[in-house]
């Protein structure tokens, strides 16, 4: 019967529900009393459907995991968007004490009651710590109290007097402290505020999400979830001899075709329902450890990771019902005889129409969407669920391309080659579509991550920003709180003996006013700049030829932008009087000439990208202590060959300024919203690929027990074991290679629209996707490593035996 077509189909009754139940719970019972084979192969199911639905679990408690972080977040935020609040007896004086400790950041804030009432306290503490005190998160305590936080327990001078509760922590890995200093301490903390309550009251809408970024989170979850569900239809249609002789056999008991499919649905039914139990269980069991580990700086309470109700009934609905069509369509190929089933009648040719069809609907959505893609074009949600579709049906197209192109391939290959090589060529040739099953599942993920990647490679290139800063000239910023100039100096003096500091630049500025109102608003003083630095430091700020101490210069920003002439000019007097509120002082007034030696100069953008106007004067032409209200900015560079130099830099600053950090420069900056999508898709991503690699060795081992007889006879015939092993390597690799081909070019189809849609220019992620091509090679070598142990296993003799 093997070249012979498969009968045609018997006319179909209608059916009741009681005859499916009926039928579907027999099939229920076969699986579990059909002997180790039916086991094994239920077993299988289950394993596959349980790892996608332990996934698409996770992937559905994503909201709930994100509101319950957001939710903590605002409970504890200390930001007002009313009325600044007034100190009283029953409020809270804070400032922000963030800080970073080898690339962690670590949040932090200060306080101190404003009175004796009762002050807002933070959630997830019993009490607001007094001065020297602090409360610590547990991820905290334990940095501090091992060997790797023994720097960082310097920069903090307070007592621990507790653990921050899981209220008041956005995840268990976070580090944030909240620390008690004096009022007196607050004199040299900047950006001071009080409040009267702790969670921040939400003022009109939120913005919405820039139209780029909107996209890549769709894009992303259609490419994490896709393969997900691919497999788990995949993993339904695992078969068996044992359970097509069953099937057989029912015929031969007066079973018409229909009802021998449905019996051979309940078998897959049943396997998809232990997949559900095992799938719980999995992702019970990932609460616990995502629970336990922090991925890119996030990390989730176990209570956080709860599945949305209507997405897990969702779920919980469709994989079975998955499990059913898929067993019914795949056996309308299948001939089930009273004598035996015949897989091998000649095949029908794959139709293309149809598999060309699927990507054709896709790009016919996507298309409209170009340039039109975003929140200002109207249409939001529309669109945005306009844009999911095509992008499922552009990947969905691609799978379906898959079996033809295998199909057309591998019926090209001859019987030329290494024995290996024609042994897998022949076993592709009999079941292509077995083969692209097992791949398909990689052939969506490589198609969807190579257009991420163009999409971020894009938004990316547009989202970073250039700061003008220059890390080549100084690598750290510290804008140091005094109150006059000897503070100022003494703060230089303590950066310069920090162990790891190379050199600084100390820059002191103020503000001075003109003698007399101005001309054109007599209500007004005009006022300008003064910028006090040393010889090395003036170089860096304005463009100098020579300098020496004693010397002063003038950038005229009037002149330099164009509006006119200023008041500082070469020999002209000046005033230094500030009254308390921070206006010039006419009435009091505290004299200073320009030299007339004053050089005009022309500002020079500083290492952190600013540009300065003003008088420039060296330490000998004007003593800082003369300045009413300073500001300190220290441009530092590090010795590169001192390990922790910025560490040391931080624990300075913390013992000039309680609430003082440091800031690295950089040339460019990303967006915290592009930050954090990255890092959520870069997280699902990596599931994603272990699921597919978990997907593909679960199907190489099916294929291989189904052959276990046929290997057995191959090496008793004197078949080396190395020559089968090569032939499994084949068979993985020509789909594979086949698959990385196909999804390459959809994945460079679907990016290109994906850019169009956002008005971006075209970039292709050259190493990206190399990248994933080499992950598709390394998907290739894991599945042939894992499936050798068995391979070898099933060509033992024991293999021949059969009842």
């Given at each position: 019967?093997?070249?012979?077509?498969?009968?045609?189909?018997?006319?179909?009754?209608?059916?009741?529900?009681?005859?499916?139940?009926?039928?579907?719970?027999?099939?229920?019972?076969?699986?579990?009393?059909?002997?180790?084979?039916?086991?094994?192969?239920?077993?299988?199911?289950?394993?596959?459907?349980?790892?996608?639905?332990?996934?698409?679990?996770?992937?559905?408690?994503?909201?709930?995991?994100?509101?319950?972080?957001?939710?903590?977040?605002?409970?504890?935020?200390?930001?007002?968007?009313?009325?600044?609040?007034?100190?009283?007896?029953?409020?809270?004086?804070?400032?922000?004490?963030?800080?970073?400790?080898?690339?962690?950041?670590?949040?932090?804030?200060?306080?101190?009651?404003?009175?004796?009432?009762?002050?807002?306290?933070?959630?997830?503490?019993?009490?607001?710590?007094?001065?020297?005190?602090?409360?610590?998160?547990?991820?905290?305590?334990?940095?501090?109290?091992?060997?790797?936080g023994k720097l960082l327990r310097d920069r903090f001078p307070y007592r621990t007097i507790g653990v921050i509760g899981d209220s008041g922590l956005s995840g268990p890995a976070e580090l944030t402290y909240y620390a008690g200093i004096s009022q007196k301490a607050f004199g040299h903390v900047n950006s001071?505020?009080?409040?009267?309550?702790?969670?921040?009251?939400?003022?009109?809408?939120?913005?919405?999400?820039?139209?780029?970024?909107?996209?890549?989170?769709?894009?992303?979850?259609?490419?994490?979830?896709?393969?997900?569900?691919?497999?788990?239809?995949?993993?339904?249609?695992?078969?068996?001899?044992?359970?097509?002789?069953?099937?057989?056999?029912?015929?031969?008991?007066?079973?018409?075709?229909?009802?021998?499919?449905?019996?051979?649905?309940?078998?897959?039914?049943?396997?998809?329902?232990?997949?559900?139990?095992?799938?719980?269980?999995?992702?019970?069991?990932?609460?616990?450890?995502?629970?336990s580990v922090e991925v890119w700086d996030i990390s989730f309470f176990t209570s956080d990771i709860v599945p949305s109700a209507p997405l897990a009934l969702v779920i919980a609905a469709a994989v079975p019902a998955s499990a059913v069509m898929v067993t019914l369509i795949a056996l309308r190929g299948i001939?089930?005889?009273?004598?035996?089933?015949?897989?091998?009648?000649?095949?029908?040719?794959?139709?293309?129409?149809?598999?060309?069809?699927?990507?054709?609907?896709?790009?016919?959505?996507?298309?409209?969407?170009?340039?039109?893609?975003?929140?200002?074009?109207?249409?939001?949600?529309?669109?945005?669920?306009?844009?999911?579709?095509?992008?499922?049906?552009?990947?969905?197209?691609i799978t379906a391309l898959l079996p033809w192109v295998v199909e057309a391939v591998v019926e090209r290959f001859g019987g030329r080659g290494s024995v290996p090589w024609q042994l897998a060529t022949r076993r592709l040739q009999l079941s292509s579509g077995t083969a692209s099953r097992a791949v398909s599942?990689?052939?969506?993920?490589?198609?969807?991550?190579?257009?991420?990647?163009?999409?971020?490679?894009?938004?990316?290139?547009?989202?970073?920003?250039?700061?003008?800063?220059?890390?080549?000239?100084?690598?750290?910023?510290?804008?140091?709180?005094?109150?006059?100039?000897?503070?100022?100096?003494?703060?230089?003096?303590?950066?310069?003996?920090?162990?790891?500091?190379?050199?600084?630049?100390?820059?002191?500025?103020?503000?001075?006013?003109?003698?007399?109102?101005?001309?054109?608003?007599?209500?007004?003083?005009?006022?300008?700049?003064?910028?006090?630095?040393?010889?090395?430091?003036?170089?860096?700020?304005?463009?100098?030829?020579?300098?020496?101490?004693?010397?002063?210069?003038?950038?005229?920003?009037?002149?330099?932008?164009?509006?006119?002439?200023?008041?500082?000019?070469?020999?002209?007097?000046?005033?230094?009087?500030?009254?308390?509120?921070?206006?010039?002082?006419?009435?009091?007034?505290?004299?200073?000439?320009?030299?007339?030696?004053?050089?005009?100069?022309?500002?020079?953008?500083?290492?952190?990208?600013?540009?300065?106007?003003?008088?420039?004067?060296?330490?000998?032409?004007?003593?800082?202590?003369?300045?009413?209200?300073?500001?300190?900015?220290?441009?530092?560079?590090?010795?590169?060959?001192?390990?922790?130099?910025?560490?040391?830099?931080?624990?300075?600053?913390?013992?000039?300024?309680?609430?003082?950090?440091?800031?690295?420069?950089?040339?460019?900056?990303?967006?915290?919203?592009?930050?954090?999508?990255?890092?959520?898709?870069?997280?699902?991503?990596?599931?994603?690929?272990?699921?597919?690699?978990?997907?593909?060795?679960?199907?190489?081992?099916?294929?291989?027990?189904?052959?276990?007889?046929?290997?057995?006879?191959?090496?008793?015939?004197?078949?080396?074991?190395?020559?089968?092993?090569?032939?499994?390597?084949?068979?993985?690799?020509?789909?594979?290679?086949?698959?990385?081909?196909?999804?390459?070019?959809?994945?460079?189809?679907?990016?290109?629209?994906?850019?169009?849609?956002?008005?971006?220019?075209?970039?292709?992620?050259?190493?990206?996707?190399?990248?994933?091509?080499?992950?598709?090679?390394?998907?290739?070598?894991?599945?042939?490593?894992?499936?050798?142990?068995?391979?070898?296993?099933?060509?033992?003799?024991?293999?021949?035996?059969?009842?």
């Amino acid at each position: 019967m093997s070249g012979q077509d498969a009968p045609a189909e018997e006319p179909r009754s209608r059916v009741s529900v009681t005859r499916w139940a009926a039928d579907l719970a027999m099939g229920g019972r076969f699986a579990v009393t059909g002997g180790r084979e039916s086991w094994a192969r239920t077993i299988m199911t289950a394993v596959g459907v349980g790892l996608g639905v332990a996934l698409l679990l996770l992937a559905s408690s994503v909201p709930t995991m994100y509101q319950q972080r957001n939710e903590r977040g605002d409970a504890r935020s200390a930001l007002s968007f009313g009325d600044e609040v007034k100190p009283g007896p029953d409020t809270l004086r804070l400032a922000n004490a963030g800080t970073t400790y080898r690339d962690q950041d670590i949040n932090g804030m200060v306080m101190a009651p404003d009175g004796k009432g009762t002050p807002p306290r933070p959630p997830g503490i019993d009490r607001i710590p007094a001065a020297g005190e602090m409360w610590v998160s547990p991820a905290l305590k334990d940095l501090l109290d091992s060997d790797e936080g023994k720097l960082l327990r310097d920069r903090f001078p307070y007592r621990t007097i507790g653990v921050i509760g899981d209220s008041g922590l956005s995840g268990p890995a976070e580090l944030t402290y909240y620390a008690g200093i004096s009022q007196k301490a607050f004199g040299h903390v900047n950006s001071q505020y009080h409040i009267d309550h702790w969670g921040a009251e939400k003022q009109g809408k939120d913005e919405p999400l820039d139209p780029a970024l909107l996209l890549l989170i769709i894009v992303g979850c259609v490419v994490l979830l896709l393969p997900v569900l691919i497999f788990i239809a995949t993993a339904a249609r695992f078969g068996g001899e044992r359970r097509d002789r069953r099937l057989a056999a029912l015929r031969l008991v007066g079973a018409d075709i229909h009802m021998t499919r449905r019996i051979a649905a309940g078998e897959s039914l049943f396997g998809s329902l232990l997949g559900l139990a095992v799938g719980t269980g999995l992702f019970l069991l990932a609460r616990v450890v995502i629970g336990s580990v922090e991925v890119w700086d996030i990390s989730f309470f176990t209570s956080d990771i709860v599945p949305s109700a209507p997405l897990a009934l969702v779920i919980a609905a469709a994989v079975p019902a998955s499990a059913v069509m898929v067993t019914l369509i795949a056996l309308r190929g299948i001939a089930i005889e009273p004598l035996g089933v015949v897989r091998n009648a000649k095949p029908k040719r794959r139709r293309l129409w149809w598999r060309l069809l699927l990507p054709l609907l896709g790009m016919a959505l996507l298309l409209p969407l170009a340039g039109g893609f975003g929140a200002g074009s109207g249409g939001g949600d529309m669109k945005a669920y306009q844009a999911a579709a095509g992008a499922v049906l552009l990947l969905i197209g691609i799978t379906a391309l898959l079996p033809w192109v295998v199909e057309a391939v591998v019926e090209r290959f001859g019987g030329r080659g290494s024995v290996p090589w024609q042994l897998a060529t022949r076993r592709l040739q009999l079941s292509s579509g077995t083969a692209s099953r097992a791949v398909s599942g990689i052939t969506v993920a490589v198609a969807g991550a190579i257009a991420l990647q163009m999409l971020f490679a894009s938004v990316g290139a547009q989202d970073r920003e250039d700061t003008g800063q220059d890390p080549n000239r100084a690598q750290l910023i510290a804008n140091v709180p005094v109150s006059d100039g000897d503070q100022a100096r003494d703060a230089f003096a303590r950066y310069r003996a920090t162990k790891g500091v190379r050199d600084l630049l100390g820059v002191t500025e103020d503000y001075i006013s003109d003698v007399r109102h101005s001309k054109d608003d007599p209500t007004s003083v005009p006022e300008e700049a003064i910028t006090v630095a040393d010889c090395p430091t003036l170089r860096e700020v304005v463009r100098i030829t020579s300098c020496k101490n004693g010397d002063v210069f003038l950038v005229d920003s009037q002149e330099y932008y164009g509006e006119g002439k200023g008041f500082a000019k070469p020999g002209a007097q000046v005033n230094l009087a500030y009254r308390d509120d921070g206006t010039p002082d006419l009435r009091k007034k505290k004299l200073w000439t320009i030299p007339a030696s004053a050089t005009k100069v022309k500002p020079r953008q500083d290492p952190t990208g600013s540009e300065r106007t003003g008088i420039f004067a060296t330490p000998g032409a004007f003593d800082i202590a003369d300045l009413p209200d300073p500001g300190a900015s220290a441009m530092i560079r590090l010795d590169p060959k001192v390990p922790d130099g910025v560490e040391y830099v931080r624990n300075a600053s913390a013992a000039l300024s309680p609430a003082m950090d440091v800031m690295r420069l950089s040339s460019t900056s990303q967006s915290d919203e592009f930050q954090v999508i990255r890092k959520a898709l870069f997280i699902g991503a990596t599931a994603t690929l272990l699921l597919i690699g978990a997907s593909m060795i679960v199907t190489t081992l099916e294929q291989l027990r189904e052959r276990k007889r046929l290997l057995s006879v191959l090496v008793a015939f004197g078949t080396r074991r190395t020559t089968l092993s090569w032939s499994v390597l084949w068979q993985t690799a020509v789909p594979v290679v086949l698959g990385l081909a196909l999804s390459i070019a959809g994945g460079l189809a679907l990016g290109v629209l994906l850019l169009k849609m956002v008005g971006q220019p075209l970039a292709v992620d050259w190493t990206g996707l190399g990248t994933m091509t080499g992950v598709g090679g390394g998907v290739i070598l894991l599945v042939t490593l894992v499936s050798l142990p068995p391979l070898w296993r099933m060509m033992r003799p024991e293999g021949l035996r059969t009842e």
